[in-house]
């Protein structure tokens, strides 16, 4: 099973920008889709982006799409989501997600194969 371990994560003031990113190991880079959900205090964890296994689709949640790019690095088996233009309601705690199929980060089909610690993101006001 894949590990996953986040870094990356701050305080930021609105409109500033940040990077977060996810290292992988114990598994096959390459064959599984990586994403990124979050959870803010008293809310459910939602999907944020993901990007199929061979890097050439990127998905994006509504809230960030237009700001936010997720990107793999397969040399290093890292994911990025860089984070720009951040406003307050983007705090939250930022969980790495590791799955065979995009399709069940996007969908929830079942529950995802692997989860990050998590990294905690704040952006002041």
């Known amino acids: 099973q894949v590990q996953l371990v986040e870094s990356g994560g701050g305080l930021v003031q609105a409109g500033g920008s940040l990077s977060i990113s996810c290292a992988a190991s114990?598994?096959?880079?390459?064959?599984?889709?990586l994403g990124w959900f979050r959870q803010a205090p008293g809310k459910e964890r939602e999907f944020v982006a993901a990007?199929?296994?061979?890097?050439?689709?990127?998905y994006y949640s509504k809230s960030v799409k237009g700001r936010f790019d997720i990107s793999r690095d397969t040399a290093k088996n890292t994911i990025l989501l860089q984070m720009n233009n951040l406003k307050p309601e983007d705090t939250a705690i930022y969980y790495c997600?590791?799955?065979?199929?995009?399709?069940?980060?996007?969908?929830?089909?079942?529950?995802?194969?692997?989860w990050g610690q998590g990294t905690q993101v704040t952006v002041g006001s």
């Open positions: 114990g598994g096959t880079f390459s064959s599984y889709a």
């Open positions: 997600a590791a799955d065979p199929y995009v399709a069940n980060m996007l969908e929830g089909w079942s529950p995802i194969h692997s």
């Open positions: 990007i199929d296994w061979s890097g050439g689709s990127k």
